[in-house]
């Protein structure tokens, strides 16, 4: 055995205690439930379960402390409860990360998905750990290579950078934040699947990420017929894991998918505990839980690696005003707007690239590539503005030169932005410069 499944047998084996401590069922209060005998050794957080006369248990957290009884939000409904049930503290409020967590597949509290044995790691970590001091990051790093075209060109994306990938459903989130796992540039991938429907897991796994994406990544995941105590526990599992690697020097790719659903556990959660819900339907503590785990990716300290993250979103509508949408354009490094639109005439990724922002821009690219992305965004931006004029046959030619050299170059741009196998940056901008020369357009 190595030396560090040795810490890990060691750490596991610290782990067992000789004694439990007890309490009891003393209220069942809606989908609450009230205990007594542990308020003075409980902590917001810790795990309970409670055992039932007819030998099933019910696993939950503590929610409130009320003196020497405490307020637990169980997993489940809680049928079958009765007074003076058992209620045992299982004391495990972080997750403890190991290096042979890459390639599985996990629950937020660190216990294995894919049938087969895992081992803890021998440090536990907390699930809301603080970002590294604002003074001491590093700024963000070098370009990355990511295998699409889109984004090894127009919307660049930088180590430690934090990005939002803004869609709604059916349009290809999923499939491009695979895309991002097997192809980006990094050491470690690590998916927060928050809320995601049971029978998408596997077809996550085995399809989109493939076996090859699953060997660098290390999945977390909790359906959506779960609690929301073990839905919101998911994103914040995954940033612990991601912190994991990056405190020993490596480049890290955080994804949750979704922040959305995050925030709804949150609120579930949070109004349970008396929280009133006051921002548009969620409550005040929502935007700094978002803006916490956001802010806990991103450059580290020196000495430390990155951790590269991407949040996706579920926009109803395309309403990028809706208040998570709000929340997270402000803190993060750019956003990627998903156009159902786009995706329905068959273009992935289905990147609207006019509603787009990298923030990475223009200290990630150099003058010339700076050029090449102008010279694209005004061609565009130029044919969407007469687009329904250009379909229905009312623009002339010549009427203006600008919009001559859109037309010319639309179809080859939006065939350039779907490629998915670009091998390296430079060679995708050298194919997008052959574009832009092909259709007559000016480029540095």
């Known amino acids: 055995m190595s030396g560090n499944g040795v810490e890990c047998l060691s750490a596991e084996l610290e782990r067992v205690s000789k004694t439990k401590d007890i309490g009891r069922v003393s209220a069942v209060e809606g989908n609450l439930l009230r205990v007594k005998g542990l308020g003075t050794i409980s902590r917001i957080g810790d795990l309970q379960e409670v055992h039932l006369h007819d030998g099933m248990t019910i696993s939950g957290e503590v929610i409130q402390l009320h003196g020497s009884e405490v307020t637990m939000m169980p997993d489940v409904a809680p049928d079958g409860v009765a007074i003076g049930d058992r209620v045992v503290l299982r004391d495990q409020i972080g997750i403890a990360p190991a290096d042979s967590w890459i390639g599985r597949i996990i629950d937020p509290y660190g216990r294995p998905l894919d049938g087969k044995p895992l081992m803890r790691g021998a440090t536990m970590r907390n699930l809301k750990n603080a970002p590294p001091a604002p003074a001491e990051r590093r700024g963000m790093g070098a370009r990355l290579e990511t295998g699409m075209s889109i984004f090894n060109t127009v919307l660049p994306l930088v180590r430690g950078q934090r990005i939002g990938l803004f869609a709604g459903s059916g349009v290809g989130k999923s499939t491009l934040m695979g895309q991002f796992a097997k192809y980006m540039e990094a050491d470690v991938a690590v998916i927060a699947l ?251």
């Not at 992935?348 to 990475?360: N, W, Y």
């Open 194 to 444: 928050v809320g995601e429907r049971g029978r998408e897991l596997r077809e996550f796994v085995e399809h989109v990420l493939g076996p090859e994406g699953l060997a660098r990544s290390i999945v977390i995941a909790a359906t959506s017929d779960q609690s929301p105590l073990v839905r919101r526990r998911c994103a914040m599992a995954a940033m612990s894991v991601a912190e994991h690697f990056r405190d020993q020097g490596q480049h890290v790719v955080y994804m949750a998918d979704s922040i959305t659903r995050f925030a709804e556990a949150h609120r579930e959660v949070a109004v349970s505990s008396g929280e009133m819900p006051a921002l548009r339907g969620f409550p005040p503590s929502t935007s700094h839980m978002i803006m916490s785990l956001c802010e806990r990716a991103g450059p580290g300290r020196d000495g430390q690696g990155d951790i590269t993250g991407i949040f996706s979103v579920l926009v109803a509508g395309s309403d990028m005003e809706e208040p998570i949408a709000d929340i997270l354009r402000g803190v993060l490094d750019g956003h990627v707007v998903l156009d159902r639109k786009i995706a329905e005439r068959g273009r992935f990724p289905a990147v609207d690239l006019l509603r787009s922002v990298s923030r990475s821009l223009p200290a990630a690219a150099s003058a010339p590539e700076n050029a090449s992305i102008g010279e694209v965004r005004r061609l565009l931006g130029s044919y969407e503005q007469s687009a329904t004029m250009i379909r229905a046959g009312l623009y002339s030619e010549g009427s203006d030169p600008i919009l001559d050299v859109a037309i010319k170059a639309w179809p080859e741009l939006d065939t350039f932005m779907s490629g998915m196998d670009s091998p390296s940056i430079q060679d995708a901008f050298n194919r997008l410069n052959l574009v832009l020369r092909r259709s007559g357009a000016k480029i540095g």
